[in-house]
């Protein structure tokens, strides 16, 4: 039979797209680093219809790669070449199942945008903290399957610690049911965290079962100007200690990014402070009522007295702390808008953070002269985003031959300080390559038991996070 045929019959017409320019969008990554090919976009509109796809796909061997927002930037939501691969969209299970405001959590089905599910715990006087630049586009199930990090993980964890709860659906159909709410319970082997983080490779996430927080009542936010990673550093410790923990969000933006959003992001204007090398953009928040803008102040006012801050602006208005943080988010689409760029996302210990951006710089002038750094976001974290972009007239095919020498460096001294080369965007197709390379042989091992057992005919998003066998 007709596949189109058969997958219309399986999940009904709206739920299969064939036709080359209805599903062209689905087959290139966000970044697009690659194209691939599909015979179809299929698209369940329930969990029952989504596990009768999953166990003819078993049935028939058929290839399946998830897509939430397609925001991700590892192509792991991109089919192969192959064209044998469907695309699995969870676009139309979008339901918000339920809010329980008493046990502080929420179940959301996959395909709820992020912000979505911010909305619906605000409803509720509650708050969901996960929080990224792509928020009205990425959907939950793609953020657990990446296991997202996003600018409160200072004060609220990555995605996999806002996780109570998750229905899976298993490459042949099989639902694993695991929703409760609990936040003791130690039954066992944790099965439903084998999940978070495995882009796709192991099953599909359904629905989850999140964790939410008191309502925030009180923020302060400001931007502040510094002259080197240092002094971040050195700052982040001493406002946690000082604001009673309160710092969400530690974020540093470099000169060169600030002038990069400035000139190409429309709607952003300059925060206001001197100009210094180095920026960053400051969030207390509580849900108490407290004067957290007076805490700001008084922690820069000191700050500022012994040298470590040069020049800082506290947002006097909702509109003043949009504004700051747009400069912030707008960092990723300027280093787009400015023309080639190279991606590293890594972690280090945080206080190796000034020693590895000092030594990061200078392999980049060493081995890329046609591109110029751009090393900003999640100091608080140990998350920096050490992008590259070229220069003006540099050539193209230059810049971009410097990419792999460059990695290997950057990677290679992250790896020196005890830190990851992936932090919060995951491995998908990139990094494949970069996984073998520094995890361990036994991590890798049991990554691949724990694949052939959980899907032994290879189906689920194949030749992402480990290579297929024998390729
Ligand atoms: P997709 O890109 O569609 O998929 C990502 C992976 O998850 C793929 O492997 C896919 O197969 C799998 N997948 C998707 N849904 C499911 C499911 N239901 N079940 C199983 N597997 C599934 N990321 C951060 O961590 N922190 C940031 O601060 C951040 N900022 C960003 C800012 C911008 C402007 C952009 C464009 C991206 C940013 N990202 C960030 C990256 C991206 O938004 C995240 O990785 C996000 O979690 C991806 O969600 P998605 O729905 O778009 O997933
Ligand atoms: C961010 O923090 O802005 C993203 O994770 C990085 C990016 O979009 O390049
Ligand atoms: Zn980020």
Known sequence: MDLAVRLRELLGPEGVLTAPADIAPYLVDHRRLYQGASPAVVAPASVADLQRLLAWCSETATPVVPQGGNTGYCGGATPDESGRQLVLSLRRLNRVRAVDPANFCLTVEAGCLLAQVQAAAAAANRYFPLSLGSEGSCQIGGNLATNAGGTSVLRYGMTRDLTLGLEVVLADGRLLSSLSPLRKDNTGYDLKGLFVGSEGTLGVISAACLKLYPAQRSTATAWVSIADPAAAIQLLGRLREGSGDRASSFELVPHVALELVLAHVPATRSPGTAHAPWYLLIELTSSASEDLQAVLEAALGRAIESGLVQDAAVA????????????????????????????????????????????????????????????????????????????????????HAREAPLKRAIHDLVAELSGSFSAEHGIGRLKVGELERYAQPLELELMRGIKRLLDPQGIMNPGKVLRRPGS
């Open 316 to 399: 006097r208005s909702e509109q003043q702390r949009a504004d700051f943080w747009r400069l912030r988010e707008s960092v990723p689409e300027a280093q787009r808008r400015a023309g080639g760029s190279l991606k590293h996302d890594v972690s280090i210990p945080v206080a190796a953070m000034p020693e590895f951006i000092l030594r990061g710089a200078r392999l980049v002038e060493q081995l890329a002269p046609e591109g110029y750094l751009i090393a900003y976001g999640h100091v608080g974290d140990g998350n920096l985003h050490f992008n590259l972009n070229q220069r003006p007239g540099a050539d193209s095919a230059a810049f």
